[in-house]
C-alpha cells in the first residue's frame, strides 16, 4: 500500500465517517424499531395467549353444572324417590340404596345427606374416595344452623339453592383434609304440595379448581380465582386459597382496589397496574335457567326464565409481575445492543479497508459513470409509472390540504378568541381545550386517511367498515365546525335519527364526508341561512340529505362535480375558497362504503327563493 499523505489521511477518514455514519445511523434505528416492534409484538403475544387461556376455561365451565342440574333432576324424579314421599318408612331403606350407588356410580358427590324440616340428617352417604358407606345413625349431624339449609327451606317445587363456593364443614370444624364444595339443596315435596325432605349434593369442586390450576404451567401470568366479595378461591399463595372461612379478612380487592374495580365492573378485559398485567373473564357455570335470585335455579326447565347478569359467577384472573416482564425484556435488549455493537465494530473495520481501495481506485470515474447510465436507463424505464404516481400524490396532496382547513381553522379560531396566551390556558374551559385536542387528533386522522386512501388506490389495504352511529359522527363534525357556523351565523337544522347505524369508517364519514358536505352548505349559504340535515330508513338502505338554500350550482359545475381532474372550485358567499376536491373525496369513500352520492341544485337567480342545493348520501344499514 502506498504511504498516505497527510491530505491523504484527511481524506481516508473522512471517507471512513462517510462509509460508516449512515449504517451507523442506521442500525441504531433499525435497533430501536426491532426492540419496539419485538416489545409490541411480544406483548400481543402475551395478550392473546392470555386471552385464550380464559376463553378456553371459560367455555368449559360455563357449562360446568348442567350435568350436576341434570343429575338433581333425575334422582328427585325416580320412582324411589316418589314411593317415599308416598310411604316414607316402607321405603327408607330404598332410598339408602339408590344413594349409594348413585354416588358410587357419579364419582364427583363427596356426600349425598337427607335433611328432615328440623334440619337434622335421616341419611347421608360419603364418598370416602371411591369407597362409598353408610353413615351410621348415631354419626349424623344436625345442619338446621347451615345457611344452605335455611336457605333451602323457602323455595318452592323444583328448584335447587346452590350455595357458595367454600370448604366443607364438619361439626362445626372444617374438614381435613381441605374440600373445596359446592352444595345443591332441592328440597322434596309430597303428593299434597308439602315439603318432606330435602335433599343435599356436597360436589366436590376440587377437580374443578385443579383443572384451572393446570393451565398456569402454560400461562405467562399466575392464576387467580375469585368470588363475587373479591376471596381467593384460587392463588398461587396457597394460604390465601379460602382464607375467608379461616377468619382472614383480606381480600384481592384491598389489595388492588382499582384493578378489583375495573374487574368487577366489566365482563371481560385487561388492566396494566405498576404491579403488572392483568387479564379477566367471568366465570358463569350456572345455565341460562338462573332466576333473579342468583343461588336459586329452576329444574321445571321452563324456557320463560331467563339469565340474570347477577347471578352466580366467579372471576377468574391471569397476572404478569411487571418483574417478569421488566426480565424478559431486559434480556432481549442485552442481546440486541451485543449485535449492534458488534456489526459496528465489524463493519467499522470494513469501512477503513474501503476507504482505502476508494481512494486508490484509478477506475473510479468509470465506475461512477458506468452506475450512473444504468441508473438513468432505470429511470427512463419507470418514467411512465412516475408520472402517474405523481399525478395520484398531488390528487393526495389537494386532498389533504382541504380536508386538514377544518381542524386547523378551529384550533386558530379558539386562539384567535383568547388575544393573550396565558389569559387562554386560565380562561378556556375544558370543552375548548377538549374541543382544541379533538381539533389536533382529527387532523392527525385525516393525514392517516390519506394515507389510507393512497394505500386503497394501491390495492394494499382495505376500509374497516363497520357500523357507526350516524347521529353521533354528525355531532363530532358539526363541533368541529361550530366556528365557522358561527362566523357565519348559518344555522344547523337537524332531524338525524339516533337509532340510525350505517355501514362506514368512523374516521372518514366524519373527516371527510360529512365535514366535506357541510362546509360546502356552509360556503355557499348567505349569512344568517339555515341547513337542514336530516336522516331516513327504507329497508335496509339509510338515506342522509343535507340540504342549503345557498347560491346553488350550474349544471356544467354539477357535470364535472365528482370529476378529479377538473376541480369545480368557487369562491363561497363571502369569498371563501377552496379546492374543487372535496367532492371527488366524498363520491370515492361513499363507493367504499357500499353507498353512493347524487346532488340537485338550483341556480340562485333574482327575483327567484327557490335555490340551493340538495345532497343525498346513501348507506347501507348495520341494523
Known sequence: MNKISSPGMNKYLLRTLLLFSPFFLVSLVALLFFLSLYIRLDMENISNSQKLILELQKKKTDTGFSEIFADIHFLTETAV????CHEPILNFTSV???LYYFIKDKRIYDQIRMLGLDGKEIARVNYNNGDPF???????????????????????????????LDLNVENG???????????????????????????????NAKQLLEEIRDYESISYGRIMMLNRDAQWLISNDKSQEFAFMKGDTSSFQQKNPDVWRHIYLNEQGSMQSDKGLFFHTTLRPVPTLASAESEIIDLSLSRELKYMPGSYEWKLVTFVPQSYLDERYSRVTTFAYSIFISANIAFFIACLFIAVIKLNSTYRDNIYKQMLE??????NKKSDELQKNVTEIQELVHILCHDLLNPISCVIGMMEY???????????DAEGKELIVESLEQAINIIQMVRTMRALDSGKQKLSIQPVNLSSSLKTSLRMLRHRLTDKGITITSDVDKNHNVMAEEASL?????????????????????VEIISQKDGEKVYMHVIDHGQGMSEEILKYIFDPSKPTTRPGTDGEKGTGFGMPLVKKFMEAYGGSISISSTLRKSGSDRHGTKITLTFKSAD
Request: hydrophobic content about 35%.
Open 96 to 98: 339408602k340404596s339408590l
Open 134 to 164: 353408610l353413615v351410621p345413625k348415631a354419626m349424623l349431624q344436625d345442619k338446621s344452623d347451615r345457611y344452605y339449609y335455611q336457605k333451602a327451606l323457602t323455595l318452592p317445587p323444583n328448584t335447587v339453592y346452590i350455595s357458595n
Open 510 to 530: 366524519i373527516n371527510s364526508v360529512m365535514s366535506n358536505l357541510i362546509t360546502n352548505s356552509i360556503k355557499f349559504s348567505m349569512e344568517g341561512s339555515a
Open 81 to 84: 324417590i316418589k314411593d317415599y
Open 418 to 428: 383568547y388575544n393573550d396566551p396565558n389569559e387562554m390556558a386560565e380562561v378556556m
Open 173 to 203: 370444624e372444617i374438614e381435613k383434609p381441605e374440600k373445596p364444595t359446592i352444595r345443591f339443596t332441592m328440597p322434596i315435596y309430597n303428593e299434597h304440595g308439602e315439603m318432606q325432605n330435602l335433599f343435599v349434593f356436597n360436589y
Open 374 to 379: 444504468e441508473y438513468v436507463s432505470e429511470l
